[in-house]
T-cell receptor
Framework: EPEVTQTPSHQVTQMGQEVILRCVPI?????FYWYRQILGQKVEFLVS????????KSEIFDDQFSVERPDGSNFTLKIRSTKLEDSAMYFC?????????????FGSGTQLSVL | GESVGLHLPTLSVQEGDNSIINCAYS??????FIWYKQESGKGPQFIID?????DKRQGQRVTVLLNKTVKHLSLQIAATQPGDSAVYFC???????????FGKGTRLHILP
């Protein structure tokens, strides 16, 4: 069964450093997402991406965050200058149709630890 | 504020019994709802979805019920098994086309 893959599974970084989280969505999917989950809390929406542009973003997704689809298979989340409160599990997801009406498939996540 | 929430943070069920996990939503414009299962260290896994033109949908051992009058969603798991132990999230679209919003989650604990 096709799946969303994320790398790395764990990322440790120093505060103020840039990190890039990588995702390979399911190949025929057109809509891509990033969510994050702080330990023990709910899954929070960050951003949705379609047709090479952001279609929706949350308040969390400030100027320190950016997303890119550099080629036909990868989807990345960049945090330019990490803060302690960025420590969380980051999930990439993709869907065949728009996420408001089609199920999202999630990757296993990247655990980001900012020291 | 929260548009999706849960009544109980933890539910303990005897193995073999049926489980019922509840969810309240506040956005009456939502027309698509999904239940996800999250096992420890993994991403959310799709279980079942339902659109607002339905009030019940069945899958394999799972049933989702939607009551739009009171804005309530429930997930029923028949004959609960140890492998059902996980956190269960309901999610809604808020009548948006481009995202879903998760509730806080209920941890399902299976008693031997």
């Amino acid at each position: 069964e096709p799946e969303v893959t994320q790398t790395p599974s764990h990322q440790v970084t120093q505060m103020g450093q840039e990190v890039i989280l990588r995702c390979v969505p399911i190949s025929n999917h057109l809509y891509f997402y990033w969510y994050r989950q702080i330990l023990g809390q709910k899954v929070e929406f960050l951003v949705s991406f379609y047709n090479n542009e952001i279609s929706e973003k949350s308040e969390i997704f400030d100027d320190q965050f950016s997303v890119e689809r550099p080629d036909g298979s990868n989807f990345t989340l960049k945090i330019r200058s990490t803060k302690l409160e960025d420590s969380a599990m980051y999930f990439c997801a993709s869907s065949e149709g728009s996420g408001g009406s089609e199920k999202l498939f999630f990757g296993s996540g990247t655990q980001l630890s900012v020291l | 504020g929260e548009s999706v929430g849960l009544h109980l943070p933890t539910l303990s069920v005897q193995e073999g019994d049926n489980s019922i996990i509840n969810c309240a939503y506040s956005n009456s414009a939502s027309d698509y709802f999904i239940w996800y299962k999250q096992e420890s260290g993994k991403g959310p896994q799709f279980i079942i979805d339902i659109r607002s033109n339905m009030d019940k949908r069945q899958g394999q051992r799972v049933t989702v019920l939607l009551n739009k009058t009171v804005k309530h969603l429930s997930l029923q798991i028949a004959a609960t098994q140890p492998g059902d132990s996980a956190v269960y999230f309901c999610a809604e679209n808020g009548n948006r086309d481009d995202k879903i919003i998760f509730g806080k989650g209920t941890r399902l604990h299976i008693l031997p």
